[in-house]
């Protein structure tokens, strides 16, 4: 069963970044940062869900974290929380919980 999640504090929050944030290039990879939630959780049915919808993966050495990167994507807030709410809707479906994102550097 997915995990109950607020959307719209997620969305107040990354709207609210660009608020505090200057001189943002055009466009950008953006990688959104994903924690394990259920020690059962399933890495390769959320890996393969996320490739398919156009995300790169990477587990980090930690054993709890993926890194979901797509792009380059406009530097908008309305582009990143497009892809950070369809992250984060498949990353709750597979015990994953969302933990911000940032630019690829």
Partial sequence: ?????NY???RQETFA???????LPAASV???IFFLEETDANWTKFE???NT???KTLREKDGVTLVASIGPIPVTPEA???KERLSTEIALEYDFYPDGWHLAK
Avoid: P
């Fill in 1 to 5: 069963m997915a995990i109950q999640h």
């Fill in 17 to 23: 970044s660009f608020k505090r944030v200057k001189n």
């Fill in 53 to 55: 919808r156009g995300f």
């Fill in 48 to 50: 393969t869900e996320l």
């Fill in 30 to 32: 953006v990688e959104f």
């Fill in 8 to 10: 719209e504090m997620q």
């Fill in 80 to 82: 990143i929380w497009e």
